[in-house]
């Protein structure tokens, strides 16, 4: 099946600064992905759209200055956090599903990053 | 606006043993899709069976079967001849017809007892 890659898995960083992961879709082009954002033992929760070429659509709450999507290319969208607090720390996932196939393809899955802010 | 709601945060069954998950949502559409989604411990979600609102048949994967039941908005899956591996949280997900935007339940927690 398709592959979505998600890139760091894991990472640590102080409180203030800005982390960058990266989703990218291996094996297909993709015009959309979307950004979620997973507390322990919860569901996901859609964080925005990233679309390339354009800007990101954000759910309501999201704070875009604050969580920045770049869609540079058909393969690869970036999440910034930026100035991350430690109310910031959760399990991020990206997901893409190949265009043109119909809306009863799957959605496939980055193997997130948990990102934790200290 | 579509909601999915999954009514058992946790559940458990006796390996080989059969189990059901249930799942509902709410929509005004009369073309959508369904999906089951399993995350495991290494949190990679993994997708597990889909269905066609527009298919009156209950898709099957092997030992994964649903019940979909379109006027109750109803759609439930069931686990046979339940395996360790089995063991994970499960997502069941709403996607319209038009659109890529999933809707996700809020899990549930299969353990599988040996």
């Known amino acids: 099946g398709a592959v979505v890659s998600q890139h760091p898995s894991w990472v640590i960083c102080k409180s203030g600064t800005s982390v960058k992961i990266e989703c990218r879709s291996l094996?297909?082009?993709?015009?959309?992905m979307f950004w979620y954002r997973q507390f322990p033992k919860q569901s996901l929760m859609l964080m925005a759209t990233?679309?390339?070429?354009?800007?990101?659509?954000?759910e309501q709450g999201v704070e875009k200055d604050k969580f920045l999507i770049n869609h540079a290319s058909l393969t690869l969208s970036t999440l910034t956090v930026t100035s991350a607090h430690p109310e910031d720390s959760s399990f991020y996932i990206c997901?893409?599903?190949?265009?043109?196939?119909?809306?009863?393809?799957?959605?496939?899955f980055g193997q997130g990053t948990r990102l934790t802010v200290v | 606006a579509q909601t999915v709601t999954q009514s058992q945060p946790e559940m458990s069954v006796q390996e080989a043993e059969t189990v059901t998950l249930s799942c509902t949502y709410d929509?005004?559409?009369?073309?959508?899709?369904l999906f089951w989604y399993k995350q495991p411990p290494s949190r990679q979600m993994i997708l597990v069976i889909r269905?066609?609102?527009?298919?009156?048949q209950n898709a099957t994967e092997n030992r994964f079967s649903v019940n979909f039941q379109k006027a109750a908005k109803s759609f439930s899956l069931k686990i046979s001849d339940s395996q360790l591996g089995d063991a994970a949280m499960y997502f069941c997900?709403?996607?319209?017809?038009?659109?890529?935007?999933?809707?996700f339940g809020t899990g549930t927690s299969l353990t599988v007892i040996p």
């Open positions: 269905q066609e609102a527009y298919k009156q």
């Open positions: 094996d297909f082009q993709a015009t959309t």
């Open positions: 997901s893409a599903s190949i265009p043109g196939q119909g809306p009863n393809t799957e959605a496939f």
């Open positions: 929509t005004s559409e009369s073309d959508y899709y």
């Open positions: 990233s679309n390339e070429g354009s800007k990101a659509t954000y």
């Open positions: 997900a709403y996607r319209m017809n038009t659109g890529n935007q999933f809707y």
